[in-house]
Structure formats: C-alpha cells, structure tokens
Nanobody, 121 residues
C-alpha cells in the first residue's frame, strides 16, 4: 500500500500560477497528475518517473511542469485559465508509466484525495 497526500491547491485569477505537491509514503516508479472539472471525466495531466522522465498531456504543454523529487511529485502551473478549474489528483503505480496512448486512470492503483484548483476570470 502507499498513501498519497496532495497540497497546494487554491484560488487564483486567470493568468496566475499555483504549485501542487504530492507526497507519498513509498517510492512508486511512476507518479501522475490527473484532474477532474465540474461535470467532466477525470483526465490525465502529466507523469513523472523515478528516473526523471516526464510526459504531458497536449493541452498543458508549455504551461505546466511536472517534477519528481524522490517521494514527492510537483506540478508547477502557470498561465492558468478558467478551464483549468477542477480537483487535481495524484496517482501512483509500481511500474513504468504507460505511454501517452495508453494513459488512463485505470492504469494507476493508488490515489490521493485531491486538491481543489479554482481559476476565476
């Protein structure tokens, strides 16, 4: 088992920045950020592996940066838009991250409770 605890959510205006963090109790090979907006399905944001490799969903490239620091996964978000509003979840698996085409929430066995991000216009 592994526990994941997210922090760093909050409310910002359009164009603002936030830094989310996720801390785990073990060292999963792959950690990921997902998000779920009001009335939408959970979608993948980005991943960070133990070796530092990162992957990103197309819609966040250039605005979000994932970084991995042992048992912590960070998500630096900038140029935030109202459509970035949602609950952001940290997930983990003890295997290499799936490739982008296979990325899905079902690939991750462990999840945090989430942290809310609200971007106002």
């Amino acid at each position: 088992q592994v526990q994941l605890v997210e922090s760093g959510g909050g409310s910002v205006q359009t164009g603002g920045s936030l830094r989310l963090s996720c801390e785990t109790t073990r060292d999963p090979y792959c950690m990921a950020w997902f998000r779920q907006g009001p009335g939408t399905e959970r979608e993948w944001v980005g991943t960070g592996e133990e070796d530092g490799k990162t992957q990103y969903a197309e819609f966040v490239k250039g605005r979000f940066t994932v970084s991995r620091d042992n048992r912590k996964l960070h998500l630096q978000m900038s140029s935030l838009k109202p459509e970035d509003t949602g609950m952001y979840f940290c997930a983990a698996r003890f295997a290499p991250c799936p490739n982008i085409r296979s990325m899905a929430s079902s690939a991750f066995a462990f999840w945090g409770q989430g942290t809310q991000v609200t971007v106002s216009s």
